[in-house]
């Protein structure tokens, strides 16, 4: 399996942007489905953006929806989330994770995704 680590993460003001960055270790991340997934204080795990293993389909949670774009470099073994325009509501750990298996679609699932990072925490404030 694929080691996963994320970057990027810190303290901006809203209206703010930051870029987030997952490296994973392993001959597999170039070749299968990525995703970012949140969790605040209180809630539950939800997800935010996936791509599929060639990187020309993505998916994007409606709460991620034209302020974050996720992206990624198979040369570097790099996933990327760009995170514009954040809100307070933005504030929470993200995990990157990688699909259990090589897919076109970029699943939206947690269940669909096999190993995960140990997270990088995003706060903004108003």
């Known amino acids: 399996q694929v080691q996963l680590v994320e970057s990027g993460g810190g303290l901006v003001q809203a209206g703010g942007s930051l870029r987030l960055s997952c490296t994973a270790s392993?001959?597999?991340?170039?070749?299968?489905?990525m995703a970012w997934f949140r969790q605040a204080p209180g809630k539950e795990r939800e997800f935010v953006a996936s791509?599929?293993?060639?990187?020309?389909?993505?998916f994007y949670a409606r709460s991620a929806k034209g302020r974050f774009t996720i992206s990624r470099d198979t040369v570097k073994n790099t996933v990327y989330l760009q995170m514009n325009d954040l809100k307070p509501e933005d504030s929470a750990v993200y995990y990157c994770?990688?699909?259990?298996?090589?897919?076109?679609?970029?699943?939206?699932?947690?269940?669909?995704?096999?190993?995960w990072g140990q997270g990088t925490k995003v706060t903004v404030y108003a």
């Open positions: 994770a990688a699909a259990r298996l090589r897919s076109g679609i970029p699943f939206a699932s947690a269940l669909e995704y096999a190993d």
């Open positions: 392993g001959h597999t991340f170039s070749s299968i489905g």
């Open positions: 791509i599929n293993d060639s990187g020309g389909s993505t």
